[in-house]
T-cell receptor, first 114, second 112 residues
Framework: DVKVTQSSRYLVKRTGEKVFLECVQD?????MFWYRQDPGLGLRLIYF???????EKGDIPEGYSVSREKKERFSLILESASTNQTSMYLC?????????????FGPGTRLLVL | GDSVTQMEGPVTLSEEAFLTINCTYT??????LFWYVQYPGEGLQLLLK?????DKGSNKGFEATYRKETTSFHLEKGSVQVSDSAVYFC???????????FGTGTKLQVIP
C-alpha cells in the first residue's frame, strides 16, 4: 500500500515565523503535490513537483515555497507565516503515467497561525 | 481552464436511502474523472475513477458513469450507511503532469 506521511498533524505558529511542513511517500512516485483545504473552497493547489529539484506553481503559490531534494520528500515552506495561512495542508503523490493519475494523500496538517 | 462543479451540501439522508451527488466538469481534451472521499480527521482517498467516455467506475457500492455528452460524472449509491458519512470530492485530471482539479466537496451525513 502507498503510504504518504506528513510531519505533523497539528501545528501552532506565530505570525512572522518560518514554517516547514514535510511530506514523505514510500512508493517511488514522480509527482508530489501540496494543497490547502478551506471550508467552501475545496482543495487548492499550492505547488507541485514532477521530479527531484523540479517545481511548478499551482493556483495559489503566493507566500509559499517548496523544496524537493530527494524523490520521496517534498517540503512546503511558509517564509513568514500570516494568519490567512491558517488552514489544513494536504500532501499527495502520484505516478506520472496517464491512467495512473490517482493521487495518494497524507492525513493532513492543521496549521493555526496566531 | 479546467473546472469541476458539484452540488453543495450538506446532504442529510436516512440510512438505506438512495444517494446522488451531482458533478459536472469543463475540460479540454479527454480527462480522467475521479471521486475521492474524506472521512473525518483523514486525508482524501480514491473512491472510484473512470478514464474514458461511458466507463463506469464502482467501489463499495458507489457508482459513477463518465458521460461525455453531458460532461457529467454523478455519484450514486443505492443504500447508504452511517459509515458513508464523509465529504465527497469530484475531480478531473487532464494535460501534463497529471494535475488534478477538485470540486469544492459535498458533505454527506447519514442518520440512523
Amino acid at each position: 500500500d502507498v503510504k504518504v506521511t506528513q510531519s505533523s498533524r497539528y501545528l501552532v505558529k506565530r505570525t512572522g515565523e518560518k514554517v516547514f511542513l514535510e511530506c514523505v511517500q514510500d512508493m517511488d512516485h514522480e509527482n508530489m503535490f501540496w494543497y490547502r483545504q478551506d471550508p467552501g473552497l475545496g482543495l487548492r493547489l499550492i505547488y507541485f513537483s514532477y521530479d527531484v529539484k523540479m517545481k511548478e506553481k499551482g493556483d495559489i503559490p503566493e507566500g509559499y515555497s517548496v523544496s524537493r531534494e530527494k524523490k520521496e520528500r517534498f517540503s512546503l515552506i511558509l517564509e513568514s507565516a500570516s494568519t490567512n495561512q491558517t488552514s489544513m495542508y494536504l500532501c499527495a503523490s502520484s505516478l506520472v503515467r496517464r491512467g495512473q493519475e490517482t493521487q495518494y494523500f497524507g492525513p493532513g496538517t492543521r496549521l493555526l497561525v496566531l | 481552464g479546467d473546472s469541476v462543479t458539484q452540488m453543495e451540501g450538506p446532504v442529510t439522508l436516512s440510512e438505506e436511502a438512495f444517494l446522488t451527488i451531482n458533478c459536472t466538469y469543463t475540460a479540454t481534451g479527454y480527462p480522467s474523472l475521479f471521486w475521492y472521499v474524506q472521512y473525518p480527521g483523514e486525508g482524501l482517498q480514491l473512491l472510484l475513477k473512470a478514464t474514458k467516455a461511458d466507463d463506469k467506475g464502482s467501489n463499495k457500492g458507489f457508482e459513477a458513469t463518465y458521460r461525455k455528452e453531458t460532461t457529467s460524472f454523478h455519484l450514486e449509491k443505492g443504500s447508504v450507511q452511517v459509515s458513508d458519512s464523509a465529504v465527497y470530492f469530484c475531480a478531473l485530471s487532464s494535460g501534463g503532469y497529471q494535475k488534478v482539479t477538485f470540486g469544492t466537496g459535498t458533505k454527506l451525513q447519514v442518520i440512523p
